[in-house]
């Protein structure tokens, strides 16, 4: 039986060549935490953290290590419900903050996703292979049209043009940061720059109150929209979304931002969303993401991760009636940790995630590139 003997974490920051900014946030690099785990017979996985802030996450991640040093690294589920129990405090029993609970998720999908690649290594499969599934291509779009400051308003549109030259048979467009006339604006440049048989998805970040992104929706119906993404404030619950989803025909997709599946759970059910974004490296890990997936496959939701593409598409794999697709960034320039961290993982070409045959998730770390880029 391997038992976990070590846990150790490595933060990784990137410069962006410029700044960008969504409806939600603006950024000059990317960072990314990658969380080692070492067994006591020397096989080691690897996960992945893309939640923030980074060292606060890393730090989280050491705390937690003692409550699982010496259990039995295939057991991912005790690990995970073990762990998972220390964000509810109880007197006299510890517990971990409340006012944490978000970068204590973090430290627990870096944990959980590294277990999963020992559990497929021990196994000397695939994660994919053990969940069942076949080594087919897997879907993916390309994400873009970030606001740069400066930049011409429909400078979206070429970019995003660009994207489908190399392949891409869906995009997705960052929205909601200007005006609803500037957006139509945007959206339809990009629509005219792609032409009528691309799939065209919208990423709003949260940008609006109901009553707004129901206007929003009604004007930009028009232009083939494939789903509305994130489309409203981040307090707003499964009951505005479901006030939403009757108010447009236009699918709603959702989850990225979700901590488990029990929110995650009531969207789906309830808010009428029909694509779920629940995100294996943000919070709570694979084995929480599989779970959704079960739910969402039940339920006839389709599954579409947020990012990591490299990870995700084992999960999207394992679901072929509801699998829809994996995330990616269009442009290398958005995501230089992704185009540099590794000297090997699952390759993309004309619009799919092509996975390889090696053990857990097959990637393999450039470790100079992570020196280099230690933050």
Known sequence: MSKIATINTYPISAPLKRRYHTAHESRDDVTLLLVEVVTDDDIKGYGQVS????????????????????MNALAHGDVWEKLFALTSPQPGAGGL?????????????GIDMALWDIKGKAAGMPVYRLLGADNKPVFTYGTGGYYVEGAKLTACAEELAGFVARGYKAVKLKTGADTIANEVRRIAATRAAIGPDISLMLDMNAAYDLPA???????????????LEEPLHWYLQPADFALLAKATPIPLAHGERELTRFTTRDFMTLGGIRYVQF???RYAGFTESLRVAHMADHAGVMITPHH????????????PRTGFAVESHGSPD???????????????RDSYVHMNDKPGFGIEIDWNYAKKHAA
């Open 334 to 348: 958005r995501d230089p940790i992704w185009h540099g961290l590794f000297s090997d993982r699952a390759q993309i």
């Open 51 to 70: 939640s923030t802030p980074m060292k606060d996450i890393a730090t989280w991640v050491s705390k937690l290590a003692p409550h699982v040093i010496g």
């Open 213 to 227: 992104c129901i206007e929003f929706a009604r004007a930009v119906e028009p232009y083939n929209i494939f789903w």
């Open 97 to 109: 903050p409340r006012n944490a609970r978000p970068q204590i998720m973090g430290a627990i999908a």
């Open 308 to 319: 990591a593409p490299e990870l995700h598409c084992h999960l999207v794999a394992a679901f």
């Open 279 to 281: 995100d294996s490296t």
